[in-house]
T-cell receptor
């Protein structure tokens, strides 16, 4: 079993829809939870991160962490065609030497 | 401020050939990483360097070597390329998050490598 599981998609939605992207994980030591966005043929870029449980909002994006269920989500409101990309979750423990563990990514397509 | 740069962008090799992938960052970061990205496998860490002069193995180091030439540059070498090394390679550098605990990683644009 992989430490981090992510549905590869593709997820295809109309413009304006609310999108929910999710990851599950097995390592209870994970404390930092990140979402990266990767456009086609580009490197990943950090969207947002949360520490431990709870929600974090940044514009149209909301990240949620449920540590009791080992489940994290990224919600995109009012989705735009420019949001079409692959979204990767990533997690790490709290020690300085802990490395990021990435999910495989979910490909999102937002059509006009 | 170019961030993380990688050369070359594309490369085709024959089995057994060698090559070096170059990476440089201008953000004064201590830590640098090499990943490979394959369909269905996500990003897997090959090697990393926590600081100038140190390197450590990641999840999939076999068949690769690295050199941390200075604080800015971190190269990845394939001594004898194999078809299993066909992949997209990303270099990254990182800085501590505000408040510590873990790093924010900044990625380069990637090198697409095909080994025939």
């Amino acid at each position: 079993q992989k430490e981090v599981e992510q549905d590869p998609g593709p997820l295809s939605v109309p413009e304006g829809a609310i999108v929910s992207l999710n990851c599950t994980y097995s390592n209870s030591a994970f404390q930092y939870f990140m979402w990266y966005r990767q456009y086609s043929r580009k490197g990943p870029e950090l969207l947002m991160y949360t520490y431990s449980s709870g929600n974090k909002e940044d514009g149209r994006f909301t990240a949620q962490v449920d540590k009791s269920s080992k489940y994290i989500s990224l919600f995109i409101r009012d989705s735009q065609p420019s949001d079409s990309a692959t979204y990767l979750c990533a997690m790490s423990g709290a020690h300085n030497t802990d490395k990021l563990i990435f999910g495989t990514g979910t490909r999102l397509q937002v059509f006009p | 401020n170019a961030g993380v740069t990688q050369t070359p962008k594309f490369q085709v090799l024959k089995t057994g050939q060698s090559m070096t992938l170059q990476c440089a960052q201008d953000m004064n970061h201590n830590s640098m990483y090499w990943y490979r990205q394959d369909p269905g496998m996500g990003l897997r860490l090959i090697y990393y360097s926590a600081s100038e002069g140190t390197t450590d193995k990641g999840e999939v180091p076999n068949g690769y070597n690295v050199s941390r030439l200075n604080k800015r540059e971190f190269s990845l070498r394939l001594e004898s390329a194999a078809p299993s090394q066909t992949s997209v390679y990303f270099c990254a550098s990182s800085e501590r998050l505000a408040g510590g605990g873990t790093d924010t990683q900044y990625f380069g644009p990637g090198t697409r490598l095909t080994v025939l």
